[in-house]
């Protein structure tokens, strides 16, 4: 694939970042999925800190029902984050805004395969964490997601 068609079609794997598929391009040939994901790490790790963080504010809040990009969709379906129950909406909704205020951007978890309890405990957990440590877990959970929407479009074309 040329570089423009390459990052057209995994532009999205990382959340409204398509800027990593096009420079993770160059790295090319990938011998397997892993390699490529590797290679698009390496270019998030390489990242200034402002760009690492507009990458994690690029996500959006969880149980949101905000415009979100439609991988983001999914994998919060999945995890039932569609179907909150009234109160649920509220506790997400608090737990969001004081995440938000003590690390200024989102809550990142890798939601798929998890249930709305576990989320909710993870919030509780890492709202105690400092910034550097929610920082770090945020861009590996971004890792992870990526990982799994990497698999996912190569996965559904095979």
Known sequence: MSQTEFTA????????????AQQAWQARPFNSLDQLHQAMLAVVNQLSSEAQLALIRAHPD???R??????SVQEQSGAGLNQLTPDEYERIQALNAAYRQKFEFPLIIAVKQQ?????????EQRLAHELETERQRALAEIGQIAKFRL????????
């Open 151 to 158: 698999h996912a479009r190569v996965d559904s074309e095979a």
């Open 115 to 123: 249930t709305k309890a576990a989320i909710f405990e993870a919030f």
């Open 66 to 71: 905000a415009k979100m990009a439609e991988a």
């Open 9 to 20: 079609y995994l532009g999205d794997v990382f959340e409204h970042t398509p800027e990593i």
């Open 62 to 64: 969880l149980g949101s």
